[in-house]
């Protein structure tokens, strides 16, 4: 039996601040079309940046390809960084740049 064809999704997270990222970060990615419907999420530990991600999702749930977007966190015992706004997938890998949102 074949298995069924997966929608796969590459990318990296990061941020431009020159620190390092504590012990015990962790880093939530989620894949939403454009309604902002989850069809994907993974949360990686995160010993530095950037952090690759890879999700999957069946083709049948996404009704457009090309209007897939990114939403992305980073947790640490110092803070959060995350996405202000959501991220166009691109072909190959997106790169996801994370700003801080807490102090």
């Not at 690759?52 to 390809?65: G, N």
């Not at 996405?83 to 072909?91: C, D, G, K, R, W």
């Not at 740049?97 to 807490?102: P, R």
């Amino acid at each position: 039996m074949a298995s069924a064809p997966v929608l796969t999704v590459h990318g990296t997270v990061f941020f431009r601040e020159r620190i390092a990222v504590p012990p015990g970060a962790v880093a939530t990615i989620k894949l939403t079309d454009a309604d902002g419907e989850v069809l994907a999420a993974t949360a990686i530990e995160a010993p530095g940046v950037p952090v690759e991600f890879t999700l999957h999702v069946d083709p049948e749930f996404v009704a457009d390809p090309d209007a897939l977007l990114i939403w992305a966190a980073l947790r640490t015992e110092s803070g959060v960084w995350g996405t202000t706004e959501l991220v166009a997938v691109t072909s190959g890998s997106t790169e996801v740049l994370l700003t801080k949102i807490d102090d």
